[in-house]
Structure formats: structure tokens, C-alpha cells
């Protein structure tokens, strides 16, 4: 089975301060994702990346950045924490090509900023 | 744009009923659609992929369908059991690649 692992459940971290959120993927898949969750708002693409070093913007891009140095792991970074960005986020993987395909989805990790 | 709508947003059924969930989109481009499941406080979990080129796929009691040209998708569910308690999302991938639109969801209870 595919197992997709963010390292954090719960975070509540200051206004300003840096946040990293780190999700590992254990099937060699190429594509990963990451997506945030907000009540009323659904699921909205904040980056996504479909090869090391590679990395496109989502429909919600602006507050964030990412990085993948290595093709089983994607880190989300918010550079200065916003309470805005109190949310739910999502890591997610597929095995790769130009569609998504079946999407493996990680346990969340729910972010509170203060 | 894609959209994608789920009605209704909540749904309570005593156990034991079959039900159906649905699942409206725009545009009939599509590359694949797909159901997933959420536990509260959990990621979600894929249930079943359609591709464009197909009408239905099944797994155990749950049967997905798709009609491209009406834009529609529905989720069969058959003898509902507490444990089928969960907000289930569909979402459509376009043919451009790479971008999932999800609808809201539909929040299922099924009562003992």
C-alpha cells in the first residue's frame, strides 16, 4: 500500500515565525502535491511538483513556497506565518505522466497560527 | 473553469439503506473523475477512479458512474453501515493535466 507520511499533526506556531511542513512518500511515485482545507472553501492546490527540483504554482500559491530536493519527499514552507493560514493541509502523491491519476493522500496536518 | 458540486451537502440514513451520491462538473473535458472518502480530521482516501473512456467502476458495495455529457458522476452505496459514516468528495481532472477541481462534499450519516 502506498503510504504517504506528513510529519506533523498539529503545529500552532506565532504570526511571523517560519513553518515547515514535511511529507514523505514511500512508493517511488513522481507527482506530489500539497493542498489546504478550509470549511466552506473545499480543497484548493497550493503547489504541486512532478519531479525533483521541479515545482508548479497551485491556484493558491501567494504565502508559500516548497522544495523537493528528493523525489520521495516535498516540503511546504511558509516563510512568515499569517493567521490567514490557520488551516487544514494536505500532502498527496501519484505515480506520475502528464495526468495526475489516482491521488494517495496523507493524514493532514493541522496548522493554527496565532 | 471547472466546477464541481455535490449535492446535498449532509445526507442521514438509517443502516441498511442503498443510497446514491452525486456529483455535478461544467466542463465535460475530462481526463478522469474520482471518489474519495474523508474521515473527520483525517486525509482522504481514494475510492474509486474513473477514466473519461469509462461509464462505471465498482469495489465491494460502493458502484461509481460516470455520464461525461451530462456532466454527471454518482456514487452508489449499497447497504449502508455506520461504519460508511464520512464526508465523501469527488473530483474531476481536467485534460490539461496535473490540476484537480473537488466539490464540497457530501457528509454522510448512516444511523444504527
Known amino acids: 500500500d502506498v503510504k504517504v507520511t506528513q510529519s506533523s499533526r498539529y503545529l500552532v506556531k506565532r504570526t511571523g515565525e517560519k513553518v515547515f511542513l514535511e511529507c514523505v512518500q514511500d512508493?517511488?511515485?513522481?507527482?506530489m502535491f500539497w493542498y489546504r482545507q478550509d470549511p466552506g472553501l473545499g480543497l484548493r492546490l497550493i503547489y504541486f511538483s512532478y519531479d525533483v527540483k521541479m515545482k508548479e504554482k497551485g491556484d493558491i500559491p501567494e504565502g508559500y513556497s516548497v522544495s523537493r530536493e528528493k523525489k520521495e519527499r516535498f516540503s511546504l514552507i511558509l516563510e512568515s506565518a499569517s493567521t490567514n493560514q490557520t488551516s487544514m493541509y494536505l500532502c498527496?502523491?501519484?505515480?506520475?505522466?502528464?495526468?495526475?491519476?489516482?491521488?494517495?493522500f496523507g493524514e493532514g496536518s493541522r496548522l493554527t497560527v496565532l | 473553469k471547472q466546477e464541481v458540486t455535490q449535492i446535498p451537502a449532509a445526507l442521514s440514513v438509517p443502516e441498511g439503506e442503498n443510497l446514491v451520491l452525486n456529483c455535478s462538473f461544467t466542463d465535460s473535458a475530462i481526463y478522469n473523475l474520482q471518489w474519495f472518502r474523508q474521515d473527520p480530521g483525517k486525509g482522504l482516501t481514494s475510492l474509486l477512479l474513473i477514466q473519461s473512456s469509462q461509464r462505471e467502476q465498482t469495489s465491494g458495495r460502493l458502484n461509481a458512474s460516470l455520464d461525461k455529457s451530462s456532466g454527471r458522476s454518482t456514487l452508489y452505496i449499497a447497504a449502508s453501515q455506520p461504519g460508511d459514516s464520512a464526508t465523501y468528495l469527488c473530483?474531476?481532472?481536467?485534460?490539461?493535466?496535473?490540476?484537480?477541481?473537488f466539490g464540497g462534499g457530501t457528509r454522510l450519516m448512516v444511523k444504527p
Open positions: 473530483a474531476v481532472e481536467g485534460n490539461a493535466g496535473n490540476m484537480l477541481t
Open positions: 498527496a502523491s501519484s505515480l506520475g505522466g502528464t495526468n495526475t491519476g489516482e491521488l494517495f
Open positions: 512508493m517511488d511515485h513522481e507527482n
